[in-house]
């Protein structure tokens, strides 16, 4: 398996332009993780899906983002209209969930610049 | 909700030397510690993890304790070597949710 594939890997974009990222995660995982990465913030949680359900979507920022999984192996992440303070870098990850073994297995992540 | 606070954010040792970095969570219900290691341009990778059934793990040069009474777990990493030097996170989940929330991360240089 190739691991976890985000595109695109950098993004620059004007503000108020919509930005749309993608993920496809690890062929058979069942939990698919956004998250967004700052100098300032750390790794912060923005949603997350089991089986293709929205299952916590509590460290969204606001409304202008939103996230999809419309099947087991694609996702989305938008933003719209982006802000310059959304600048940061945004990973996908993926993991098949037991009791024996949760471990996360991350992309190489979008770089996303609002200018 | 978790919260997982990490110490310290930057940590420079030289080539041989331990490396400690820990880290505190509040979530008693937590009971999965993994930790990763982001180097540069990439995404974090997990090196190693530590259930709460145990009190210690080991992996080579890399160790991992949890006390959960005190909620707090340690990451160690002995004999240093120039390309353990990234960004090491700690996160906790637990069984109940398969979400993991990160620590702050800490910028470790080994130094030739």
């Known amino acids: 398996d190739a691991g976890v594939i985000q595109s695109p890997r950098h993004e620059v974009t004007e503000m108020g332009q919509e930005v749309t990222l993608r993920c496809k995660p690890i062929s058979g995982h069942n939990s698919l993780f956004w998250y967004r990465q700052t100098m300032m913030r750390g790794l912060e949680l923005l949603i997350y899906f089991n089986n293709n359900v929205p299952i916590d979507d509590s460290g969204m920022p606001e409304d202008r983002f939103s996230a999809k999984m419309p099947n087991a192996s694609f996702s989305t992440l938008k933003i719209q209209p982006s802000e310059p303070r959304d600048s940061a870098v945004y990973f996908c990850?993926?993991?098949?969930?037991?009791?024996?073994?949760?471990?996360?297995?991350f992309g190489q992540g979008t770089r996303l610049t609002v200018v | 909700g978790e919260n997982v606070e990490q110490h310290p954010s930057t940590l420079s040792v030289q080539e041989g030397d331990s490396a400690v970095i820990k880290c505190t969570y509040s979530d008693s219900a937590s009971n999965y510690f993994p930790w990763y290691k982001q180097e540069l341009g990439k995404g974090p990778q997990l090196i190693i993890d530590i259930r709460s059934n145990v009190g210690e793990k080991k992996d080579q040069r890399i160790a991992v304790t949890l006390n959960k009474t005190a909620k707090h777990f340690s990451l160690h990493i002995t004999e240093t070597q120039p390309e353990d030097s990234a960004v090491y996170f700690c996160?906790?989940?637990?069984?109940?949710?398969?979400?993991?929330?990160f620590g702050t991360g800490t910028r470790l240089q080994v130094f030739p």
């Open positions: 996160a906790a989940a637990s069984y109940n949710t398969d979400k993991l929330i």
């Open positions: 990850a993926s993991s098949l969930p037991d009791r024996s073994d949760t471990e996360a297995f």
